[in-house]
């Protein structure tokens, strides 16, 4: 497969599988984490969780981007979100509630001293909200007079389309680079010592023979999923056709009258009550 420039590729951090690989490295996730939380989070302080959801059940199986633990103490589940949803509000619940049901075990207490965060970075405009490029939730926090849950789940939705609206210049700058790879480019001369380091990381990694094999990897893979639903939609329709023409050729109408009424070849239908 032949690829003329890196933008075929989305060489982006926006790219969310280039994005979970440069954020794989603890020492680039907690200065992301330590921006956004505005407390010192270390390298160190960071244990990586397992990304897909250990409880078994029929229905959706929701595939984290990044999901970590701080300390053991707070887990946290971080999203690249690029599409549009038409259920956006639904989805952050369920990958939620998924992140928690994750960490209960059969015969275990319900009841944890742990604490979760989820972290959604949007880059395509399909913000909640309108006047602000960042806005927190806390789900269930106080059941009218008494407090429900202690206020240990919080949601964090940062728009990166809507940076103008941060008034703290450094996180700004920071997750403009995600946004980016122009904003990069731009910083790497930077008078600001952290964003001048980060600028560099974040380029010497979209340049890297890693990066590179990631986004081709994820390309390939979204051709494979998208030829594969064409493949699959082709073969149903195929099999929509043997039906009908199986189930009116046993209620005695004729090949001649099956082709004029359904549109369908002589030669298919000889071919289908032969087979």
């Not at 956004?36 to 960071?46: A, F, G, V, W, Y």
């Not at 081709?216 to 043997?242: D, M, P, Q, T, Y």
């Amino acid at each position: 497969m032949y690829y003329k420039n890196e933008k075929e590729l989305n060489m982006c951090l926006t790219n969310d599988a280039l994005f979970k690989g440069y954020y794989s490295n603890a020492s680039n996730l907690s200065t992301l984490l330590s921006l956004i939380l505005k407390e010192k989070i270390k390298p160190n302080d960071i244990n990586y969780q397992p990304n897909e959801i250990i409880v078994e059940f029929e229905g959706k199986k929701p595939r984290f981007d990044l999901r970590v633990s701080i300390l053991n103490e707070l887990d946290i589940d971080i999203e690249m979100q690029n599409n549009k949803e038409k259920y956006f509000k639904e989805r952050i619940y369920y990958y939620f509630a998924s992140m928690i049901m994750s960490s209960v075990r059969e015969g275990k207490s319900y009841k944890t001293d742990k604490n979760y965060l989820s972290i959604w970075l949007m880059n395509s405009n399909i913000s909640l909200f309108d006047n602000s490029y960042y806005e927190e939730f806390g789900i269930i926090s106080k059941n009218t007079q008494n407090e429900f849950i202690e206020n240990k789940c919080r949601i964090i939705i940062i728009d990166l389309k809507k940076l103008d609206y941060c008034d703290n210049i450094e996180l700004k700058t920071y997750l403009s680079m995600i946004e980016s790879n122009d904003n990069i480019i731009k910083n790497l001369d930077s008078s600001n010592d952290l964003i001048k380091m980060e600028a560099k990381k974040m380029n010497d990694y979209l340049k890297s023979n890693e990066a590179f094999q990631i986004a081709i990897e994820r390309l390939k893979s979204e051709s494979f999923h998208n030829v594969s639903i064409i493949e699959a939609k082709e073969e149903g329709i195929e099999e929509g056709k043997k039906e009908i023409i199986l189930n009116m050729h046993k209620k005695g109408i004729s090949k001649e009258d099956i082709a004029d009424m359904t549109g369908i070849n002589i030669e298919k239908i000889n071919k289908t009550l032969n087979m």
